[in-house]
């Protein structure tokens, strides 16, 4: 089709346009180089959005965790709702298959609901790299909520809670019983754990261990941006649609302790502050080691430091010199 | 103006089953016969209607559908999904489809704007190709 200019791109956005949010996030996942200025234009918009992560291990259930919240908060009509489902990419082809949408199709078709799948193509930790900015995109387009599901590969996915308000953990029975999720690093990240498939036997025995294990370990859950906050343990069962209540209120309470608290705010400052980082160290990267060996204002010289044999940290010191002194000349 | 270099960017592919029969193994092996080929591809299961599967293309931005159908009601439901995408402003997305449909079916709905159909026996690179061909073109043709 004919891509209208970007100026048009931000009205018909304004305007509400889902067509105009989709073209944004394609634009986000592309890199493209005109979205840094569409987005600074989007970002004073964002911030009012509460942003809920789900994580857990393949399997757990969290696409259709994801449905029944979708529909609990709909129904109770309280906004739109954004959703960003992040699958995993092939390290061999890098293609995708996309399968969450299988499960999210309770609300389909209602105009206050917006999900967009993502591979999560060469970020690693769950997330595709794109991802915080899609979720930014969905918050200006007037987005209550935010629903962030992770691929749900891999032990380790802690860069959802860095980039959430909250952070839902989903297990299941099943799953592995709680030194496992401890293995994960799961009991000092999650702000609510879901114990999803509790139609089948297990619940019971995974909730109980669970809780014990954060009683004996509540030094672990110690909450970075709120005191006081006990994980609840919640079982729940999507296919029966059973327990998504408590869920959807207790997800709901930890927004309104982060704001009894002052913290929605903070965070906010302190994850804009990190996408500033992540911005000057992807550009600071590309310009002086490029993509690939060689490139870049000093991959050459890196490759001739290899070959001299200089040690790792003095070849890293000299190069960061390099940089300082070339800031010094302009 | 597209956005990207043509070779940068990711194709994105919507496999959709619309209406009511329940055999998507065509469908599931042409979704990752295009992972493989490094495409990336929304699948969204069984029992599709029109409506569904439109609005999952808006949301997801694809570049091209893919519908399977061997219920025969594919002269009911096929060009619904036309009209639907022109309406909703998606009728640069390439709309193509498989399964059973017999030749003369399959001439009526290119008159329509369908891209072209794909019987049984095809071969998945067959499919792939085409797609991504198809949508290259496409998009130097939008850059024009």
């Not at chain 1, 291990?57 to 979708?70: E, Y």
């Not at chain 1, 619940?203 to 370990?217: I, K």
């Not at chain 1, 343990?233 to 209120?249: M, W």
């Not at chain 2, 290119?110 to 496409?138: D, H, M, N, W």
């Amino acid at each position: 089709m004919v891509e209208r200019a970007e100026g048009d791109l931000l009205e018909r956005f304004a305007r509400g346009e889902r067509t105009a949010c989709a073209r944004l996030i394609t634009l986000a996942e592309a890199r493209d180089p005109r979205f840094a200025a569409l987005y600074d234009r989007l970002a004073a918009r964002t911030g009012h959005a509460h942003r809920v992560g789900l994580t857990g291990p393949p399997g757990a259930g969290k696409s259709s965790v994801v449905d029944q919240l979708l529909r609990h908060w709909r129904e109770a009509d309280l906004g739109k709702i954004g959703v960003v489902a992040v699958d995993p990419s092939s390290p061999f082809s890098g293609g995708a298959l996309l399968g969450d949408r299988v499960r999210m199709s309770s609300r389909l078709g209602d105009p206050q609901v917006f999900i967009r799948s993502m591979a999560s193509r060469d970020a690693h930790g769950g997330l595709a790299h794109a991802s915080v900015e899609a979720c930014d995109v969905l918050d200006a387009w007037g987005a209550e909520r935010v629903l962030l599901e992770t691929v749900g590969v891999g032990q380790v996915e802690y860069e959802v809670s860095r980039v959430c308000d909250t952070t839902v953990v989903v297990l299941h029975p099943g799953s592995g019983d709680s030194v496992q999720a401890m293995k994960a690093g799961l009991l000092e990240l999650a702000h609510v754990f879901a114990i999803n498939k509790d139609d089948q036997p297990g619940g019971e025995r995974l909730a109980a261990d669970l809780e014990e294990m954060l009683e004996l370990r509540s030094d672990l859950v110690r909450e970075r941006a709120l005191l006081g906050w006990k994980p609840p343990v919640l079982r729940v069962s999507a296919r029966e649609g059973r327990g998504i209540d408590a869920l959807a209120n207790a997800i709901d309470a930890h927004r309104r302790e982060l704001e009894r608290q002052g913290a929605f705010a903070e965070v906010r400052r302190e994850r804009r502050a990190a996408h500033v980082r992540a911005l000057v160290e992807a550009t600071l990267h590309a310009r002086f080691f490029g993509s690939g060996r060689g490139a870049g204002e000093l991959g050459e010289e890196l490759e001739r430091g290899l070959d001299a044999g200089e040690g790792p940290y003095a070849l890293a010191a000299r190069l960061c010199a390099r940089i300082s002194g070339e800031e010094q000349q302009r | 103006m597209k956005p990207e270099a043509p070779s940068a960017k990711k194709i994105r592919v919507l496999i959709a089953k619309p209406g009511l029969d329940g055999h998507d193994r065509g469908a599931k092996v042409i979704a990752s016969a295009l992972r493989d080929r490094g495409f990336e591809v929304i699948y969204t299961g069984l029992h599709q209607t029109p409506e569904m599967i439109v609005e999952a293309a808006v949301q997801e931005d694809v570049d091209a559908i893919g519908l399977s159908i061997l219920s025969g009601a594919h002269m009911a439901l096929f060009p619904k999904v036309k009209r639907l995408l022109d309406e909703a402003g998606l009728s640069h997305v390439l709309l193509t489809g498989g399964g059973i449909i017999p030749a003369e079916d399959a001439r009526a709905l290119e008159a329509q704007g369908f891209a072209k159909l794909f019987g049984p026996g095809t071969s998945t690179s067959e499919v792939c190709e085409y797609i991504e061909r198809a949508v290259r073109e496409r998009s130097s043709a939008g850059s024009a």
